[in-house]
């Protein structure tokens, strides 16, 4: 045994040496990385400071002074070994001098004006590569296994304090102004460096060599030592084997002792009880050979009672095949029929359905948002509401119908019992078509019914997909597809709803499919656009903010409005990229309009609810930083199902938005369920009243009312309002009527481009429109007093 043993201590100690292996090639990967930076930082660095520290070099360039300039290039030279060529450019690009450290490095380098590209300002450094096919000896095969030598080209300008263009300029006026410099600088020509990569990365590598050799030393030494240890460690195993095999022959006869602690000790207890019983047992057989012919009905007696340990036997593996068969079969959170249970009964039913000529219904149910109460308030609690929908699904239906838990066997969700809010419910001998919206209403009701969970009170929905057979498949996999179109097709419509499958699924789900895989690729094509749509005051007729709405201009469908490629966006886990490029590109935008002097106070973008993370505030400061927008011109419209939430991590984050100077506003305001107290716990600044409330204010009382309401409270609450949607003269009146003084919509404006707002910033732009739609309202109004 002591082979086998000696097999797991060198298993043991391999798996250490190629962790160990592996993890310092890793750790020596990333450092090269970083020395090469370091190294050619630090090169470009020192070559800049070395060229502008070089004071007299402008006038040597000036008066063409050779060997002086040669003398630089040599010292320029001398810099680096990595240093290949150095060249001096007058100011207008003409060669004046060079030097080569490897012969023909300095005939390749590519010309002037490509060296100091056409985007590069006359006055800035400018840094570039290109590919020769010259490499110096000491790294030719470094550059061959690297995929070529490259050189990084330097482009350096030379600055004078005096005009080189001034007439009879000695060195001594040179001289003169570098101890009174001008206020301004004057180029008189360019170094530039080429800087062999190849031979940058040797240097590197000398460093690496040196660290992977005591990396190498470490592990060697390391290994030895794990190698002791584990031999050590294992001996007591070893001693453990030869015992096992001796009681297995029946050798031993009497307990032996093992040298060991903890586990191994255990099981040399468990060996020694093993040869103590079996002993016994020995003897024991012993005594009833000779008992046999002297005692029948004691052989008897002893038959019945194995008979009895056989029952008890047969009971137990009974019982232990129905747990079996339970853990195979049975969801273990629900106890509701698997997937793989819940795949054979329909396949049975299918059959039994056709051989019947009966209808079977198949409902494919997915939980609506169920991710967000995961990730609210736990997997615990999520597995709760799981328990309590698989409860309310049951109850629901007959008992010969068949629910079940349908998670994917192979999901890491499902495995770890972490979610897997899919359900399926099987109707099976209906009559008609009229019976499952029947039992599909049932359950939409039943879930309906809020669920206390943790504490809290939690509602959720299900969209529900419905496939009938044989109407709509024959098959199981043609049955389950049915559903699941269907089923998305629900959540499309809304959720909280139940659809029939129809074949015209099948062709809208293509074009789903589609529909994110070019969503997928917008951003990288900058397919991605802008509208923005003005905020008027009614007072001064000015322009005072804009709301950015994303828009996407498809190459070959043209323009795709939001609300067909913003859930797509949510359920693919894009819409985070997606804001974050919205909120840098209003940022930009609001930038460029500030430079050319237009007049506007804020941009007003939206922010989704999944948007909403603990990132978002990092990501909103760095944006704000990049683009040089100060924070009071940014204003993020939250959705009132952010502050649903009302958790302390969301008062922290908008308490954080609001210390660094942004504006906070409630889109949709009176469209959601929260509650109204937030309004006093969170620092608001703006609410907007809902276009939905504004159209219908004139068709309903209940709105007109709601409207008021909602401007008095927000006048009381100190915070300010902007009415969206309004369209026509008698909504304009009725807003501005009540308080309501700045307006969004069409009757100002549609959401247009950039280049389309840049007329309407004009202060005062809309005055004389404002004055007309008075007149005219008033007009109106005298005209029917009259009549």
Known sequence: MEPRSMSVARRIVLVFFLVALVGSTLALSGLAIREYRDQRISLLDSVVAD?????????????????????????????????????VHSADGGLLAQRERHAGTADEAPTFATVRGADTSAVDTNFSSHSTGTAPATSALLATLTGGERILNLSVPVFSMINPTGKNLVREDFGRALVRPASSRYIVGYVHAGISNSQLLLQVLLVLATMAGIALALIVISTFFINLYTQRLTAPLSALARMADEVAAGNLKKSITIDGSGEVKEIAGVLNAIIGGLNTYKTRIGVDHQLLSMKVEERTAQLSQRNQELDLAVTQVTETKDRLRKMAY???????????????????????????????????????????????????????????????????????DVVAHYADPESRIDVSRLGGDEFTVVLNQIENVDAVTIVAQRLLTSLLKPMEIDGHELVV???????????????????????????????????????????????????????????????????????????????????????????????????????????????????????????????????????????????????????????????????????????????????????????????????????????????????????????????????????????????????????????????????????????????????????????????????????????????????????????????????????
């Open 461 to 787: 929905t299900p969209s529900i997909g419905i496939a009938v057979a044989p109407n709509d498949a024959t098959d199981m996999e043609g049955l389950l597809k049915a559903a699941d179109t269907a089923m998305y097709h629900a959540k499309a419509a809304g959720k909280n709803t139940f659809l029939f499958y129809n074949s015209d699924m099948d062709s809208t789900g293509v074009d789903r499919l589609q529909l994110e895989t070019d969503l997928r690729r917008a951003l990288e094509r900058n397919e991605l656009l802008f509208h923005y749509q003005p905020q008027v005051d009614t007072r001064t007729g000015t322009i005072i903010g804009i709301e950015a709405l994303l828009r996407w201009q498809h190459p070959e469908k043209g323009m795709i409005p939001p609300f067909k490629f913003i859930p797509v966006a949510e359920e693919l886990g894009l819409i985070s990229e997606l804001g974050t490029w919205g909120l840098r590109e209003a940022c930009r935008q609001m930038v460029e309009f500030r430079k050319e002097g237009l007049s506007l106070d804020k941009v007003a973008v939206n922010v989704s609810a999944l948007q909403f993370t603990t990132q978002f505030c990092a990501t909103v400061k760095n944006i704000l930083e990049e683009t040089g927008l100060p924070a009071s011109a940014l204003e993020l419209e939250l959705t009132e199902s952010i502050m649903m939430e009302d958790s302390h991590s969301t008062v922290r984050a908008l308490q954080e938005l609001k210390a660094m100077g942004l504006r906070l506003s409630i889109d949709d305001f009176g469209t959601g369920y929260s509650s109204l107290s937030y309004l006093s716990r969170f620092p608001l600044d703006e609410l907007k009243i809902d276009r939905s409330f504004v159209i219908d204010f004139d068709k309903s009382d209940n709105d007109a009312s709601l409207v008021v309401a909602i401007i008095a409270m927000g006048r009381s609450m100190k915070l300010e309002l902007v009415a969206e949607g309004v369209e026509t003269h008698e909504q304009f009146h009725f807003l501005t009527e009540h308080g309501a003084e700045v307006i969004q919509g069409y009757l100002f404006s549609k959401p247009v481009t950039a280049d389309e707002l840049r007329p309407l910033l004009v202060p005062g732009y809309f005055l004389e429109q404002i004055h007309a739609i008075r007149a005219d309202t008033y007009a109106t109004s005298a005209g029917s007093l009259a009549s």
């Open 51 to 87: 060229i502008e520290g070089h004071t007299q070099l402008a006038a040597d360039i000036h008066l063409r002074d050779r060997p002086q300039v040669d003398a630089a290039l040599t010292r320029f030279l001398g810099l680096s070994p990595a240093l290949s060529f150095i060249r």
């Open 330 to 400: 049975f969801d273990s959170l629900t106890s509701l029929p698997n997937r793989r249970l819940f795949t054979e009964q329909l396949d049975l039913l299918l059959r039994l359905a056709k051989r019947n000529k009966q209808i079977l219904a198949l409902m494919f149910l997915d939980l609506d948002n169920f991710k967000r109460i995961n990730d609210s308030l736990g997997h615990s609690a999520g597995d709760a509401l799981l328990k309590e929908v698989a409860h309310r699904l049951a109850s629901c239906v007959r008992e010969s």
